[in-house]
């Protein structure tokens, strides 16, 4: 397609397979400070779908069966990778203290798993 016809495409919002809430949430809004942009359940007991933000990074959580498989990825570019990484091992989490590593392709990056099996990497482009 040309520049003309193309459309306009806003940032990805990964989909996560969640299992466990209380560990998901402890991970991510406890630990890694995102914050809940919505919750949902199509009756009280059913599984929930979870919209979470992170400064502009939107990432979904669902714990239905057939949304998403465990074991998924994604990239999230911040400022400063090693200042991410003290302030994360500050805290303590019981289940992670990332540490950062020099990428031979020009970034620092942090990988951490989550509860449920699924890769978060933090990076920052190394400066020339």
Known sequence: MDDH???AAGPAVPTFRS???EATRAFY???LGF???FEHRFEPDFPLYMGIRLGD???HLSEHY???MPGGGARIPVPDVHALAEALNVKK???SRPGVTDQPWGEYSMDIKDPNGNRVTFFTP???
């Open 66 to 68: 057939g949304d998403v």
């Open 5 to 7: 016809t193309s459309p």
């Open 126 to 128: 190394k400066t020339a």
């Open 29 to 31: 809004m406890d630990f």
């Open 57 to 59: 990074c939107e990432i």
């Open 35 to 37: 914050e809940v942009l």
């Open 19 to 21: 299992f466990n809430e």
């Open 93 to 95: 989490y019981k289940f």
